[in-house]
């Protein structure tokens, strides 16, 4: 189970060393059968909570520190996009629930509990401030009503978002210590602000910690939240912490969009999941640029946080958790040599590991259609996507696709 620190504070415990956090919800449950890849939603809490919380509770026990209420994508305006029927439920009642079950596997093994908002597809359909607020602050009801610890906000792609996010959260829950993180590239985010500049911005707007999640692997994440380090504290915000929780794929090919622009995305990223020890690589180098809340999203299973916990346990007072691989002892007592040969830290130090997949491509060609807020194609509504936009997208894509020949 997690360390226990003997401090209760979010930010007391960051001052301390690093604590790590969980990973991606909504596509481990994909996986399981949980959840619907095309919404991402977690109704899930709701529907099937035992599966939530059996989710958490393995989180736990590989050493997470903090556990986030399963609460993405669960704005309202999303809940009932595009004809979803989660929004059946509603946004209080799903919340609710999620926070119920974080509590309950959480508080006994002494981590703490996060409520977690995202981005919202009225911010890309209207760019309307007081719209976008509104839908949040309805999500920020019962975090404010139960008590969270701390508030993430994540995965935006445009920093300007993120900045309302955070300025509602400090509004509507003042002293709740905040979290926000983006999912840009180490250049900038989608609208051209550069990630560095990012950063400032929401510390600016009032966010304790600042970082970078998703749509990119640890090593492109760690790359832009290196430039959020140096431009925040070349800013003069030294009370600022860092937070870093990247995909558990490889994505050197990925372009602005990341992951959601390779063509494996969501079914077939497989060839493309991070090994423990490339996962424990980067714990390394987080915590050695100052990064302390560390932690994954989308394709992280637990056994990649036992990864983190595993390389950061001296910096976490010799906790060491469940089940931690201690680079393959246990291969020593395999029946066949050859695999006992391989309990050593050097031989998966040095793994290069192969796909299993003759002649397979090691990179792809991301789909750029160069679509963000505003533009048509990315307009949002209750209604269910109709066969004209269909057609109309498939038109676009056809047209880009002879432009790049």
Excluded at 188 to 213: F, M, Q, Y
Excluded at 314 to 324: L, S
């Amino acid at each position: 189970m997690p360390r226990s620190t003997g401090v209760r504070g979010f930010l007391e415990r960051l001052d301390r060393g690093p604590v790590i956090g969980d990973g991606g919800f909504v596509f481990a449950l994909e996986k399981r059968g949980y959840v619907q890849a095309g919404p991402w939603t977690p109704e899930a809490v709701i529907e099937h909570p035992e599966a939530v919380k059996q989710l958490h509770r393995e989180f736990l026990r590989a050493g997470s520190d903090i556990c986030q209420a399963f609460t993405f994508y669960a704005s309202e305006d999303k809940l009932k996009n595009r004809g979803h029927g989660a929004g059946n439920h509603g946004v209080y009642a799903i919340n609710k629930a999620a926070v119920e079950i974080v509590k309950e596997c959480t508080y006994p093994e002494g981590g703490l509990v996060a409520g977690g908002l995202s981005q919202t597809p009225t911010y890309i359909t209207t760019l309307n401030k007081d719209l976008v607020k509104a839908e949040v602050k309805k999500q920020l009801e019962v975090f404010k009503t139960e008590g969270v610890d701390l508030m993430i906000c994540e995965y935006y792609e445009h920093v300007e978002e993120a900045e309302w996010h955070v300025e509602a959260v400090k509004e509507f829950m003042p002293g709740v210590p905040v979290c926000v993180s983006l999912c840009i590239n180490e250049t900038s985010d989608v609208h051209g602000v550069p990630t560095g500049e990012c950063g400032v911005k929401l510390a600016r707007a009032g966010a304790d910690v600042v970082g970078i999640n998703c749509h990119f692997d640890p090593f492109r994440c760690l790359a832009a939240t290196k430039e959020m380090v140096a431009a925040v504290k070349k800013a003069g915000f030294d009370k600022v912490h860092f937070m870093i929780q990247p995909l558990g794929y490889m994505t050197p090919d990925a372009s602005v969009q990341g992951f959601i622009d390779l063509p494996e995305f969501p079914f077939a990223l497989e060839p493309r999941v991070c090994t423990r020890f490339e996962m424990m690589r980067y714990a390394r180098e987080a915590y050695d640029a100052g990064i302390r809340f560390i932690g994954g999203c989308c394709g992280f299973e637990p056994y990649h946080i036992r990864a983190l916990s595993e390389e950061l346990s001296k910096e976490r007072g010799g906790y060491m958790p469940v089940g931690a691989v201690n680079y393959g002892k246990f291969l020593e007592k395999h029946t066949k040599p050859w695999v006992r040969a391989r309990a050593s830290k050097e031989y998966w130090q040095t793994l290069k590991p192969g796909t299993g997949r003759p002649y397979s491509a090691s990179l792809s060609r991301s789909d750029q259609w160069g679509v963000t807020a505003g533009h048509e194609l990315v307009k949002q509504h209750e209604e269910e996507t109709t066969k004209e936009e269909l057609e109309s997208g498939l038109a676009f894509k056809k047209q880009i696709m002879k432009e790049a020949i």
